[in-house]
């Protein structure tokens, strides 16, 4: 099917879409509705002035609680025509703005510590905004020096494209990365990028099988917690010079590094050792310095060692992983040696840990094992639509649905192919599910090819058991974000299908009860932990689509939010502290105003407020505080004394609290029927990317 092109607005707020939040956050929450408030009401960064059109002054209150700006501070105004049209543009010197912030960090499980992520303070996604804006022409330009990068931006993205009205209308256009030559793309990253969405495309790919002629060995390493090391000063070290940046430092400050150095410190409580994770502009931060390293090393190994980049060696380079070829060990030595001086400069250093050496043939643990479970799955689960022949021959014949799928058969399989590899569960679950979704599509279709007899159904209804007994038993041996992401697509693209296609209660049943089990298994197996929030929440949500009669019972929630009944007074305590954002607002969205729930919804009231009393007061400028604010004014499952008390904790009467209300009705949590879960989770696929 063809595709169609549909151009973009560049819009200056476009990036806040796509480039600030961690693809890790809920299915609930998004930078959707903040978007929507910056277009609407041209709220923008510009010559050092805040600005936003409004007639009146009815967003004054909401524009100082979004930019922390002094109440006795007079809010200039302005009579503009913009395209024969006149307006009233208000501006605050940027100044006046509390721009250095706190982020809100949340974990998630990573390899054995977990990782810190991080959503920013919405004052600075506007920063942010403007400075790719400005500085989208020189982002490209210092990304562009490197000879080694294979994910790097190459262009402002101009262009969405669809593959058919049903894509279109399911994504609304808002998810996914930009990459060129790719079969399918959508608007997700402000840029365009070059050229492997994943690193496993690179070990498939023709200049990988190229290397492997020309080298007889590779070397895999890997820089030590990078975006937690890296000192902000040395982007303008890389592209001003150490020397020249520490003797003319205020000139420095004035310059495209000095700009983003302060701009990444501002948005992390102005800390300059490490960098926020998870958003877009913090993988370019870190490839503007990486692209130094590169140019640096083919430099001083020409100059200091006579060693020829695509001549001695070739070195190719996926954000912080450098994939060396080579054909002698004193080659590999002494590029390893060089890069070590280099990233020490810059405060870097090598995970020697993680280093990994190949000879030919060069093929990864990785890229075995995925060719060895292509093929078990194509094998295992190949559901088809059959012609089956009348007595009648005048007659067509009748398209019976065929899925026999043995899954304890294909379980045990698949573990045996895990094992012989040498690689875990994690490396290759993305994989796995990404097969197993495309099975899924392949069953519906076949299904929807039949004559949906009553066979037919079964038939769907043993598969998809099958597929979800499969699926379940791979996750719980790697239940990280990502992969809950997939198995949540294929719980909902499952339940939608059969609501869709009317199958009896009885066969319906068979499926929600299974998934039902599965997920109160895992929530009782990863009680709420540090690491493991995130995922759990994603379970939640996805667990509420299925009905009413599968409710998880007050207890169940208690345990897995660590809430406590009191024996003596029979009132709930949290004795672990507070819930984070992603916690209350998923918690509030599930258990919504039902009854069996009303001392449980009454708890988490109390609980906000004690929350947003104590941040207030200890930490005025965090991102997580102001979000709070703005979601739980707006929530309809939240009563009206609630949403006054939290207004008078930001200083807001009757008055003031209106004006925010008003301002906007849906900023990042999406409630009641402004979330649509499968949109949700089809935005997530495109941005799978890292």
């Not at 509420?544 to 007050?554: A, D, F, K, M, T």
């Amino acid at each position: 099917m063809a595709k169609r092109r549909v151009s973009l607005t560049h819009r200056k707020q476009r990036s806040v879409l796509t480039d600030m939040l961690p693809f890790e956050v809920p299915p609930t929450f998004s930078n959707r509705g903040f978007y929507r408030f910056l277009r609407d009401n041209s709220v923008e960064i510009e010559n050092k002035q805040l600005r936003w059109v409004c007639g009146t002054d009815a967003l004054d209150r909401t524009m100082r609680l979004l930019f922390g700006i002094d109440t006795t501070f007079a809010i200039t105004t302005t009579v503009v025509t913009e395209w024969g049209k006149l307006k009233t543009r208000r501006s605050v010197p940027i100044g006046k703005c509390k721009m250095a912030t706190i982020p809100f960090n949340f974990r998630v499980s990573h390899n054995l510590d977990g990782r810190t992520l991080s959503v920013i303070h919405p004052r600075n996604q506007v920063a942010v905004a403007s400075f790719y804006a400005t500085h989208s022409a020189l982002i490209i330009y210092h990304t562009s020096v490197s000879e080694f990068s294979i994910r790097r931006p190459v262009s402002v993205s101009r262009y969405a494209y669809f593959k058919d009205k049903l894509h279109e209308e399911r994504l609304d256009g808002v998810a996914g990365l930009e990459e060129e030559d790719r079969e399918y793309e959508q608007l997700g990253s402000y840029f365009v990028y070059r050229k492997y969405r994943n690193i496993h495309r690179f070990f498939e790919s023709y200049k990988y099988h190229r290397s492997e002629k020309k080298y007889d060995a590779m070397v895999q390493i890997d820089v030590n917690k990078c975006f937690d090391s890296i000192y902000t000063h040395s982007l303008p070290w890389a592209l001003l010079g150490k020397d020249q940046t520490k003797f003319h430092l205020d000139d420095s400050k004035a310059t495209f590094g000095g700009r983003f150095d302060a701009l990444m410190q501002d948005l992390n409580h102005k800390e300059t050792n490490g960098i926020v994770i998870g958003p877009e502009f913090s993988r370019i931060f870190a490839e503007i310095i990486l692209q130094s390293v590169d140019a640096e090393l083919i430099t001083q190994l020409a100059e200091g060692a006579n060693l020829t980049h695509k001549v001695d060696y070739e070195i190719f380079r996926y954000v912080d992983d450098f994939f060396v070829f080579y054909n002698e060990d004193s080659t590999q030595l002494k590029i390893f040696e060089t890069l070590q001086q280099i990233l020490k400069a810059k405060k870097l250093s090598i995970n020697t840990a993680k280093i990994k050496h190949y000879k030919k043939p060069i093929i990864t643990e990785i890229t075995i094992a995925k060719e060895r479970i292509s093929i078990l799955l194509n094998g295992e689960v190949n559901p088809i639509c059959e012609e089956e022949p009348l007595a009648d021959a005048s007659k067509p014949p009748k398209q019976k649905l065929v899925c026999a799928i043995n899954a304890n058969r294909l379980i045990i399989r698949y573990k045996a192919a895990i094992k012989e590899a040498g690689v875990t569960y994690g490396d290759l679950l993305n994989y796995t599910f990404a097969i197993i979704e495309n099975k899924l599509e392949k069953l519906f279709e076949a299904y929807i090819t039949s004559n949906k007899t009553d066979r037919d159904r079964k038939h769907l209804s043993n598969a998809l058991l099958a597929i979800m007994e499969f699926a379940f038993f791979a996750y719980s041996a790697s239940p990280k974000v990502n992969h809950t992401i997939r198995l949540c697509r294929m719980i909902t693209a499952s339940v939608e299908f059969l609501h869709v296609q009317g199958l009896p209660y009885e066969q319906k049943h068979l499926l929600f009860k299974y998934v039902h089990d599965n997920v109160m298994q895992q929530l009782e197996k990863n009680t709420m932990s540090v690491h493991r929030e995130v995922e759990s929440l994603y379970l939640l949500i996805s667990l509420s689509q299925i009905g009413r009669e599968y409710w998880l019972p007050v207890s169940v929630l208690l345990q897995h939010f660590l809430i406590k009944e009191e024996k003596d007074t029979g009132n709930y305590i949290r004795p672990t502290g507070f819930m984070n954002h992603f916690s209350i607002t998923i918690l509030l969205a599930y258990i919504k105003d039902k009854v069996r729930y009303g001392k449980l919804k009454a708890f988490v009231e109390a609980h906000i407020i004690a929350k947003l009393e104590y941040m207030k007061a200890h930490c005025p400028n965090d991102a997580e505080t102001l979000i709070m604010l703005l979601d739980l004014v707006v929530c309809p499952y939240i009563n009206a004394v609630t949403k006054d008390t939290i207004g008078l904790i930001f200083g807001l009467d009757a008055v003031g609290l209106a004006s925010v209300q008003s301002a906007n009705d849906h900023w990042f949590t999406a409630w009641g029927d402004k979330f649509d879960l499968g949109k949700e989770l089809d935005a997530k696929r495109s941005r799978e990317v890292y």
